[in-house]
């Protein structure tokens, strides 16, 4: 790149550069409006969002109304409901056969016309957090004996989904506002590249290098795709194809092709203005990182913002009811917390009774009470949606009292309580473990690099194997190897149940842990304390500074933003801990990963457990700005 | 090493202490290991009776059913060709970024290292039904495919990259 001096006065551009400079900028222009053109044309056409601004375009329920003509003259007409195949809902329709009697109260007769009863079902879109999501049916079942019997069911609606979560679910965050953003800064620089502005010329060139190699890869893409018929099929490969979808892509290499050939040659010639040492970096930088965020976006953040939309949505796996928008309700049922005091249960004595392993045995508090009767006086439509405070823990605080905390999912409170008294204790323990390993591998001694080798064993087993590895040493009975060499030394007498609910459970996945990662913060802490440099310990010996003395006013402070590192490495992770804990423990006592994977893949609950996944992720996030924060006040 | 001559007693002592340290360290991390292979030489039926320390009687049988065992071959190969693919793409990927973000000051940058932290914050678990959608839309699911076009996004390419550049150079480096 050849620096313009500053202040240079550009030649008069000749009048075809200044057509190809007008057809250059218009170039940009168009190509800014295109990514706009076609947010625009994809929303409008989009399938879901139509259903969501006009509402369904079939009638109500997934199921369909049939008007029966009997083939006998001794009854009359009367009305099903059948389930429409791979319609909504449809699971849930009246048999065959049953007789429609009443719709949402309405008297269904035989003489209403099949129109009148499709519209007592077709229903208009709910508004979001709107609860009357079922519709009563009542009908008559013929009996063996030729009797009808009356019965009812309840159908849940077709409710189209909301727009708001018909566009999230399409469209997601990301991917728009980058096309808006995107069309906007080409679009300016269209019309800033008409100024001779060569700053604008430089960005353009690296833009239209960029769009460049990206319509090659779509090409490509093209190619092996649709030559294909699909990612994955057993089609052979047809070539006509690839090359025909291939061609669009390639053709529109072309124009852009011409302009950054002629932008190029002309940038130094007939663009002017200064450019700052800064500005080039940003620009030089940028364009480097433009390959690594197309495939973060893509492939990373795509995902990400679906966890996050689907957080906010009841979405549940294979249920074909539609998605509704429920705000922030995961999440405030994930973290609703009540404190309360309670009382324990007098004996005849009137000491606090006890359960026969000696816990204390506690009065309901008034807020349990309330919400018990609260339910029974629910409706069974509304008791679906509601979900009761229970205990989550009780500590006996003085003369008879206990502080109870009640929240609406225990499991997960707990899971949250475990995963951090878990972080805590097991990265803390880790760090300690690591420098001493770290201390010894550092020094000098025959067999230095060996033990450097022996030290990473641990870290190189896969979490999962490793887990498994442990659960069989750690067996409740003679049968595991941890058992029999503690009572081999005589530290224990009876084999110990490691990860029963009533065992050391905790300390258990603790130690494992420990095992399998102090390696690795050993490792991260060897690297910080190779670069301190031996003089530092010489000048320190020299003023008299014993070794004890010189580990702590010497290593420990010049190894300090290693340590922040290691840290935020190891909590990072530990706050996700899932391997061990799935292993171990299975579910009976979660942590929050595994609480996240049960919700997921037992319940099937993929809104609820996205909301699980991103409170891990503001938890994580919390702790990293916190351990970043301290580094930086501390350096400053 | 020590200025004074050192009482002989007490270099011997932190010598044999030192010693005693690097061996407790090497037993930590190394017997959970040796105990994997002494359990391999034994049959499933001798390891649920009773813990050994060594097999009784050491066999191979558990080596040969594994090796003929055409399923873990195909696991190996799966292994091997998501490996090599992820690990190019990362580093093609990821060299451009990392030089990018290690070497030149630029405008915006702690915004992008916030954001690449950012991502590889969210559990992996919780990216599951995300993830799903995505590969199940594009038709790949149950495929390696899946795995080389999801494996690399929280991996090394991202990771290497994260939380280092936040922190001020550890001092005494430049």
């Not at chain 1, 093209?222 to 090359?243: A, E, H, M, R, S």
Request: glycine letters at 8%; charged letters at 15%; proline letters at 6%.
């Amino acid at each position: 790149m050849t620096l313009v001096p500053p202040g240079t006065t550009r030649r008069r551009p000749t009048e075809q550069e200044a057509i190809a400079l007008e057809l250059v900028s218009a170039l940009l222009m168009f190509i800014g409006l295109v990514a706009f053109g076609y947010l625009f044309y994809a929303v409008t056409t989009n399938d879901d969002i139509r259903t969501a601004t006009q509402g369904p375009t079939i009638p109500g329920i997934g199921v369909e109304v049939v008007k029966i003509e009997p083939t006998s003259d001794a009854e009359q007409p009367y009305f099903e409901l059948r389930p429409v195949p791979n319609g909504p809902a449809a699971a849930s329709g009246v048999l065959r056969g049953d007789r429609l009697t009443l719709i949402d109260d309405t008297e269904i007769t035989p003489d209403m016309s099949i129109e009148q009863v499709r519209a007592l079902i077709a229903e208009e879109v709910t508004p979001p957090g709107g609860d009357d999501f079922v519709i009563n049916i009542g009908f008559a079942r013929p009996q063996a004996d030729g009797s009808l019997q009356p019965a009812t069911r309840s159908v849940p609606k077709n409710v189209a989904p909301v727009f708001i979560i018909a566009f999230l679910q399409n469209f997601g965050i990301v991917i728009p506002l980058l096309l808006i953003v995107l069309g906007a800064v080409i679009f300016r620089l269209g019309t800033r590249l008409r100024r001779y502005d060569i700053v604008a010329a430089r960005w353009s060139l690296v833009v239209l290098l960029w769009l460049m190699v990206g319509l090659v890869v779509v090409a490509i893409r093209n190619f092996w795709v649709d030559g294909k018929g699909g990612f994955i099929t057993d089609q052979p490969f047809n070539v006509g194809n690839g090359l025909g979808s291939a061609l669009p892509p390639l053709l529109a290499i072309i124009p852009l092709a011409i302009a950054s050939r002629w932008l190029s040659g002309a940038v130094n010639d007939l663009f002017v203005g200064d450019e700052t040492l800064t500005s080039r970096n940003t620009r030089f930088a940028w364009s480097l990182l433009v390959p690594t965020l197309a495939v973060l976006i893509l492939v990373a953040g795509q995902p990400l913002e679906q966890t996050f939309i689907t957080s906010l949505t009841d979405d549940e796996f294979s249920v074909s009811r539609p998605v509704q928008f429920v705000a922030f309700e995961n999440y405030s049922n994930l973290l609703s917390v009540q404190l309360v005091l309670v009382n324990c249960q007098r004996d005849d004595e009137g000491a606090c009774a006890r359960t026969p392993n000696g816990s204390i045995i506690w009065e309901r508090s008034s807020i349990e009470t309330e919400e018990a009767q609260r339910l029974r006086e629910l409706s069974s439509a509304e008791r679906r949606g509601f979900v009761r405070f229970q205990e989550v823990s009780t500590t006996p605080l003085a003369s008879g009292t206990g502080l109870r905390i009640l929240g609406r999912d225990p499991t997960f409170l707990n899971a949250l309580g475990n995963t951090i008294y878990f972080t805590v204790v097991a990265v803390t323990l880790e760090l300690l473990l690591g420098l001493i390993i770290a201390l010894v591998v550092n020094s000098n001694f025959r067999g230095r690099g060996l033990m450097r080798a022996a030290m990473l064993v641990p870290w190189s087993i896969p979490t999962v194997v490793s887990a498994v590895l442990w659960q069989t040493m750690m067996r409740p009975d003679q049968t595991g190897i941890f058992n029999r060499l503690l009572m081999d030394l005589g530290l224990i007498s009876q084999p110990q149940q490691w990860f029963a609910n009533t065992g050391p459970w905790m300390a258990s996945i603790i130690a494992v842990d420990v095992w399998k990662t102090a390696p690795f913060m050993a490792l991260l802490l060897l690297a910080g304390l190779q670069v301190i440099p031996g003089e530092v310990y010489e000048a320190a010996s020299v003023d008299g500074a014993g070794k004890l003395r010189q580990f702590f006013s010497v290593t420990l402070p010049l190894l300090r933003p290693t340590i922040a590192v290691a840290l935020i490495f190891r909590t990072l992770d530990s706050l996700r801990v899932f391997d061990v804990f799935q292993v171990l423990l299975d579910t009976r006592r979660p942590s929050m990963a595994t609480y996240n994977y049960d919700r997921l893949v037992a319940g099937r609950l993929a809104g609820y457990a996205s909301a699980v996944g991103v409170l891990i992720f503001i938890l994580i996030l919390v702790f990293t700005v916190m351990y970043v924060r301290i580094v930086r006040i501390e350096q400053e | 090493m020590n200025a004074q001559p050192p009482t002989n007693l007490r270099h011997i002592l932190s010598r044999g202490l030192f010693w005693l340290l690097v061996l407790l360290i090497a037993a930590y991390t190394m017997l959970p290991f040796f105990y994997a292979i002494s359990i391999s030489f034994r049959t499933n039926a001798q390891v649920l009776v009773q813990a050994r320390y060594l097999p009784e009687a050491p066999t191979l049988v558990n080596y040969q059913n594994l090796f003929s065992d055409r399923a873990f071959m195909n696991t190996m190969l799966n292994s091997a060709v998501v490996a090599t693919v992820t690990v190019l793409l990362s580093l093609v990927v990821g060299s451009f970024a990392a030089y990018a973000l290690g070497r030149v000051e630029f405008r915006g940058r702690m915004g992008v290292l916030y954001l690449v932290l950012a991502m590889t914050m969210f559990p992996q678990i919780s990216v599951l039904s995300g993830l799903f959608r995505i590969v199940n839309d594009l038709g790949i699911y149950g495929s390696t495919l899946s795995l080389m076009f999801t494996y690399p996004h929280l991996h090394d390419a991202v990771h290497g990259l994260g939380p280092h550049q936040l922190l001020p150079r550890p001092a005494g480096r430049d």
